[in-house]
């Protein structure tokens, strides 16, 4: 069984910054793309950003240039720092990741930006 638990999430006045980070642990034998989505109230869960085994990242439009994607494969950790956040970036953020060829969640952490 595998497990992934995010934290660092919390509340923060526009322009902050915030540094989430996501453990992944168990039964684990390998693990593939890793990606943080999130999701506001009332609305779709959506993929903010995402990083390959190999270290290639990729990032939802809205994030670009504010938001930072990274991962310690020997620590099996994926981390997002999160800069210049704004009122829109409020929502629940959830870690996914492909793992032992599964989809995986995990249980999220609220990021809520309000001055």
């Known amino acids: 069984q595998v497990q992934l638990v995010e934290s660092g999430g919390g509340l923060v006045q526009p322009g902050g910054s915030l540094r989430l980070s996501c453990a992944v642990s168990?039964?684990?034998?390998?693990?593939?793309?890793m990606a943080w989505y999130r999701q506001a109230p009332g609305k779709q869960r959506k993929l903010v950003a995402a990083?390959?085994?190999?270290?290639?990242?990729s990032y939802a439009d809205s994030v670009k240039g504010r938001f930072t994607i990274s991962r310690d494969n020997a620590k099996n950790t994926v981390h997002q720092q999160m800069n210049s956040l704004k009122p829109e970036d409020t929502a629940v953020y959830y870690c996914?990741?492909?793992?032992?060829?599964?989809?995986?969640w995990g249980q999220g952490t609220q990021v809520t930006v309000t001055s």
């Open positions: 990083i390959t085994k190999g270290g290639t990242t």
């Open positions: 168990g039964s684990v034998v390998s693990i593939y793309t």
């Open positions: 996914n990741g492909n793992i032992n060829q599964g989809n995986q």
